[in-house]
């Protein structure tokens, strides 16, 4: 069964600066998709930016970006330029390529963003 | 609003009680899926619907909890004499699988209390 794993319970950021969110998945499939979902206080999950597997380059969506390590099996999340609006709790999800498409979700990170 | 559309938002209810909950999705997407989300831990797959049809069950899903999606619209879940244990949040997803990669839209969610 694949496994998403996230470490940092908690983050905290300042205000314009970069933060980097980790996150590790097991999985002995050779293609499949990760993805970052942010989930505000009362509010729905949104998609934040999704890497495909078989792509090398990774992902990026105007400050967000990814740092996909196949090999190390390893998806980490870097916010750039941090703004109040970023702070959330943020999950780590991976899908199989099947017919499914159900998500595996990590424990989640909780981003603080302090002026 | 076109979004994943959740009723009602927030449901108290005594342990034993049935309780139902419902999902209105995009109305467009043709798969549905129901998460589970309990405090701390990311969201657990449950259930999802490809149109009508209940293509996948988690063992998460006891034999007390039933969903259906008729006529492939709108979906509802159903519990059975709640347990304390059902406490959670109950998230609702829609997806339109049309290629390969189908990004899933999520609702507010319907959180759950048993007391």
């Known amino acids: 069964a694949q496994t998403v794993t996230q470490s940092q319970p908690e983050m905290s950021v300042q205000e314009a600066e970069t933060v980097t969110l980790s996150c590790t998945y097991d999985?002995?499939?050779?293609?499949?998709?990760l993805f970052w979902y942010k989930q505000p206080p009362s509010r729905q999950m949104i998609l934040v930016i999704r890497?495909?597997?078989?792509?090398?380059q990774n992902a990026t969506e105007n400050r967000f970006s990814v740092n996909f390590q196949k090999a190390a099996k390893s998806f980490s999340l870097k916010i750039s330029d941090s703004q109040l609006g970023d702070a959330a709790m943020y999950f780590c999800a991976y899908r199989t390529t099947g017919t499914a498409s159900k998500l595996t979700f990590g424990t989640g990170t909780r981003l603080q963003v302090t002026l | 609003d076109t979004g994943v559309s959740q009723n009602p938002r927030h449901k108290i209810t005594k342990r034993g009680q049935n309780v139902t909950f419902r999902c209105d999705p995009i109305s467009e997407h043709n798969r549905l899926y129901w998460y589970r989300q309990t405090l701390g831990q990311g969201p657990e797959f449950l259930t999802y619907?490809?149109?009508?049809?209940?293509?996948?069950k988690s063992r998460l899903l006891s034999d007390r909890f039933s969903a259906e999606r008729p006529k492939g619209s709108f979906s509802t879940l159903e519990i059975q004499r709640t347990e304390q244990g059902d406490s959670a949040m109950y998230l609702c997803?829609?997806?339109?699988?049309?290629?390969?990669?189908?990004?899933?839209?999520f609702g507010q969610g319907t959180r759950l209390t048993v007391v």
């Open positions: 890497q495909e597997a078989y792509k090398q």
């Open positions: 619907f490809q149109n009508e049809a209940q293509l996948e």
């Open positions: 997803a829609s997806s339109l699988v049309s290629g390969r990669v189908s990004e899933a839209f």
């Open positions: 999985t002995s499939e050779s293609d499949y998709y």
